[in-house]
């Protein structure tokens, strides 16, 4: 079955360089999952885990949406098999995550309109690129499978030159996640 590493155009060059996607580390109730995360969920995942946190409004958390996050850094995903994976409720029913985790996991998920068990992860360090069945990016209301991992580098820097066009010359990634966060809301920018 096909898992996808779901992330954003800023992202991709250091993993490509690097030939390897680095596992993010949460804490949540004293507890600590360090995994590259999947999803079996073929389109995109609202779990994925994007929040931006205001620096207007301390505390506050705001979980972007992939058309705002398409729209302002252009979205992209890592194809592989769950052969390689653990899924995520195998984590919870064998107690290798904490309660209070599974129930962070499990309501967010909910909260977002996400399934957790579509969840899978690495929990082994970085899971190297070569394990990856391919990349494709989204462009124009659809995946789009590119032929080699180098192909990716184009369209980021094209990207990467809208951007700095629409923020006047500078890339201030505060602003770029303001702008994502009014899409978010639905509101024009």
């Known amino acids: 079955m096909n898992a996808f590493h779901y992330t954003v155009f800023p992202a991709l060059p250091g993993i490509l360089s690097e030939s390897r996607i680095r ?4 804490d949540e109730g004293g507890s600590r999952l360090e995994a590259v995360w999947f999803s079996v969920n073929p389109h995109w995942d609202e779990g994925a885990g ?3 946190a205001d620096p207007q409004r301390p505390g506050s958390r705001k979980r972007l949406t992939m058309a705002a996050l398409d729209c302002v850094f252009g ?4 194809r592989t098999d769950t052969s390689d994976l653990t899924p995520l409720s195998r984590c919870r029913d064998e107690g290798k995550i904490a ?3 599974v129930n962070y996991y499990w309501g967010g ?3 977002v309109g996400a399934d957790a068990d579509d969840w899978h992860v690495w929990l082994r360090g970085c899971y190297p690129l070569s394990r990856c069945a391919g990349l494709e990016v989204y462009q124009e209301g659809k995946w789009t499978p590119l032929r080699s991992m180098n192909d990716a580098l184009p369209i980021v820097a094209r ?3 809208t951007l700095r066009a629409r923020m006047g010359g500078a890339l201030d990634m505060g602003a770029l996640l303001a702008l994502a966060a009014t899409l978010s809301d639905g509101r024009s920018a």
């Open 23 to 26: 596992p993010r580390a949460n």
């Open 50 to 52: 994007f929040l931006w």
């Open 75 to 78: 979205v992209a995903r890592l």
């Open 99 to 101: 309660r209070e985790y």
């Open 109 to 111: 998920a909910a909260s």
């Open 159 to 161: 990207r990467f030159e």
